[in-house]
Structures are given as C-alpha cells and as structure tokens.
Nanobody, 117 residues
Framework: QVQLVESGGGLVQPGGSLRLSCAASGSIFSTNAVGWYRQAPGKQRELVARIDSIYRTNYADSVKGRFTISRDNAKNTVNLQMNSLKPEDTAVYYC???????????WGQGTQVTVSS
C-alpha cells in the first residue's frame, strides 16, 4: 500500500513562487513514475508534470519553463517548484504515483494553490 501526503500549497500573488512537496510511504516509489495533477473548479483534473523512474520528465504546455518537477528516491519525495505563477494556476494540486506492474494509480489528498492579488 502507498500513501501520498502533499504539503506546500497556499496563497501567492501573481508572479510569485511556491514549492509543493509530496512524501510517499511504501517501497515502490523509486521504481515508478510520479507526478502532479491539478483540478480547478468546474474543470477536469489535468496533468501538470511527471517524472519517471529514470528521471525523464514531461510537462503540460501551460507550465513549461515555469514549473520544475524533481524526485529524491532516498527520501521518497517528489517536489514541484512553481515560478512565475499566474491566476490560471489556481487549483487543487494532487500528487500521483502510477504503479506500472498492476497499473494502479495512487493519489494524495490534494493541496490548494491560489494565485491572486
């Protein structure tokens, strides 16, 4: 079983920065892809950034050049550095781990990010 716990959300002004962190329990973290998704009110959940077990990354076009995803397998953590934040980045951000053998998704509880002046 895997548990994911996010932290680091909050209120920030446009142009500001936030760093989200996700801590994972269990022993499967290092061998699977992890990522961040977000869901704004009235919208579907969407992929923000993802990093696989060999550190390949992909990003949503809307965040390229502003957000950076990283992982630390020794600490079972995945981070999302968010710079140059825009009001449209406002959403609940969810940490995700995709367990490839059983093709199962694990989700955190979500953390609110609000970008507003």
């Amino acid at each position: 079983q895997v548990q994911l716990v996010e932290s680091g959300g909050g209120l920030v002004q446009p142009g500001g920065s936030l760093r989200l962190s996700c801590a994972a329990s269990g022993s499967i973290f290092s061998t699977n892809a992890v990522g961040w998704y977000r869901q704004a009110p009235g919208k579907q959940r969407e992929l923000v950034a993802r990093i696989d077990s060999i550190y390949r990354t992909n990003y949503a076009d809307s965040v390229k050049g502003r957000f950076t995803i990283s992982r630390d397998n020794a600490k079972n953590t995945v981070n999302l550095q968010m710079n140059s934040l825009k009001p449209e980045d406002t959403a609940v951000y969810y940490c995700n781990l995709y367990e490839r053998i059983w093709q199962r998704d694990y989700w955190g509880q979500g953390t609110q990010v609000t970008v507003s002046s």
